[in-house]
């Protein structure tokens, strides 16, 4: 198995980004929790909370993963359809070798940061 210099860094990218998305989740999901639960009380609140976050992840999950048959992990394929009509994977225009896990790192930081000072109250 070949390690070309296209998928340097992706994963830590992926990672990040996972992070950031389990970030944003738990800090929304502390607001909804303390807005709800000032008007239907914290046991009730929790439960209501809980249908609509499984109703608002189930139907991002089938927007995402059947939105065109073309849900792809890596950035540098697409799926295109031939002369026939099957779908085929293929490299995309993309240029090879241009992951800046630093750049976005700082970045993933920085909105963080920004959103601790300015909202949730999570970490600090």
């Keep these: ?3 070309s210099t296209e998928s340097k860094g992706k994963g830590v990218i992926s990672l990040l980004t996972a992070g950031l ?3 944003f989740t738990a800090a929304m999901w502390a607001e ?3 807005a709800v639960s000032v008007f239907l009380g914290p046991s009730l609140g929790v439960i209501v909370g809980f249908i609509v976050f499984l109703l608002y992840q189930s139907k991002k999950n089938e927007n995402e993963f059947t939105q065109g048959g073309n849900y792809l992990t890596s950035e540098s394929t697409a799926i295109i359809r031939d002369n026939e009509g099957r779908l085929q994977q293929v490299e995309s225009t993309i240029e090879k070798g241009r992951n800046p896990t630093i750049f976005v790192a700082g970045l993933y930081a920085m ?3 920004m ?3 300015s909202w ?3 970490i600090f």
Aim: charged share 15%; proline share 0%.
């Design 115 to 117: 959103s601790e000072v």
């Design 120 to 122: 949730s109250d999570l």
């Design 21 to 23: 998305g389990l970030y």
């Design 111 to 113: 909105i963080i940061l």
């Design 32 to 34: 909804f929790n303390s």
């Design 1 to 3: 198995m070949e390690y």
